[in-house]
């Protein structure tokens, strides 16, 4: 499949519509993750001590309820938003089934992920906060900032075959960044899971010792940023497609890195701790969108311009 007739081009092109709430999923995706993580900073995880409903007999909190409750409450309304865009994600996909099956993927994989965070939540409350399902319950969150964050770039782009326009060895430096990202942030849910924000003042940790972990999570998190700007000098120096968004990535990292070196010298304050959470999820987001741009449709690589034989 090369370059796709004008008809064809029509009809796949993705609608305003479909542009504006795929943009909302992603917003959604990140802002959960800043309310969750409020939640959880402010001790507000069994503020709404049962789910679905809020209390035994009330959907909504109750004069009896503390504050907490409010904050519990306000992140499980911002689920029903984000459920019901990647509802509309999925439907106005599948009706460009026939051209643009990669974007019903990502928006299938997107609706089924979203229905499990629903129940796990759900579950999460059940068992008073399980510190283990709540640091998988932010893993999948990330992951849908990541999966929104790549339909979006996919979504810009034509119908047409993708070929790799970056050197071999670029493409396998890349992807050992990404296995980095992914190894520092899995750290990172560990050490946020044995360290004091619980969600909850009477929940036990998950057991692990926080300090030794907080040192263990740095050591990927700088064989990261290293990475990072090897890939970024190179994109940058050979002019590779995926320059612009390895500088992102770099900023992102550094912010992060430097906000981490923050919250561990100071005591791990709330605020630094929310801010971390959520730049954890932009930063992967970053590098998947540095992964997507080692590939080009092959409409748009030039002529002159023979393709890269893919790793």
């Known amino acids: 499949m090369d370059t796709p007739a004008p008809g064809m081009k029509r009809r796949s092109e993705p609608s305003v519509f479909l542009k504006i709430v795929a943009w ?7 802002i959960i993750i800043g ?9 507000s995880g069994l503020g709404c001590p049962t789910w679905p409903l809020c209390t035994s007999d009330s959907l909504v909190p109750t004069q009896e309820l503390s504050w907490h409750s409010l904050i519990e409450f306000g992140n499980r309304t911002i689920s029903g938003p984000i459920l ?14 026939r051209y643009r099956k990669d974007l019903l993927v ?3 994989i997107v609706l089924g992920l979203v229905v499990l965070q629903a129940v796990v939540g759900g579950v999460i409350v059940w068992l008073h906060l399980n510190a283990n399902l709540v640091g998988f ?4 969150s990330l992951i849908l900032v990541c999966i929104t964050a790549a339909f979006l770039a996919r979504m810009y782009e034509p119908p047409v075959t993708r070929e790799r326009v970056v050197p071999g060895p670029y493409a396998v430096l890349t992807h050992l960044t990404s296995l980095f990202v992914a190894v ?18 009477n929940i036990e940790r998950d057991g692990f ?3 030794l972990l907080a040192h263990i999570h740095a050591w990927p998190g700088y064989i990261t940023l290293a990475l990072v700007f090897a890939i970024t000098v190179w994109a940058v120096i050979a002019k590779l497609r995926p320059a612009r968004w390895s500088i992102m990535l770099l ?3 550094i912010v992060q890195i430097g906000v981490g070196v923050y919250q561990a010298r100071t005591g791990l304050p709330p605020l630094a701790v929310g801010i971390h959470m959520v730049l954890a999820s932009l930063t992967a987001a970053a590098m998947t969108l540095v992964v997507l741009r080692m590939k080009r449709p092959v409409a748009a690589v030039a002529q002159s311009q023979p393709p890269v034989s893919g790793v």
């Open 184 to 201: 520092t942030v899995f750290v990172g849910v560990l050490t946020t899971g044995a360290g004091p924000h619980s969600g909850d003042a």
């Open 137 to 140: 319950h932010y893993v999948v």
């Open 84 to 97: 019901v865009s990647a509802i509309l994600v999925f439907i106005l996909s599948l009706m460009l089934r």
């Open 209 to 211: 010792d926080a300090s």
């Open 251 to 253: 900023v992102a990292m």
């Open 24 to 30: 909302l999923s992603f917003l959604l995706n990140v």
């Open 106 to 108: 990502l928006s299938a």
């Open 35 to 43: 309310t969750g993580g409020a939640v959880r900073l402010t001790g």
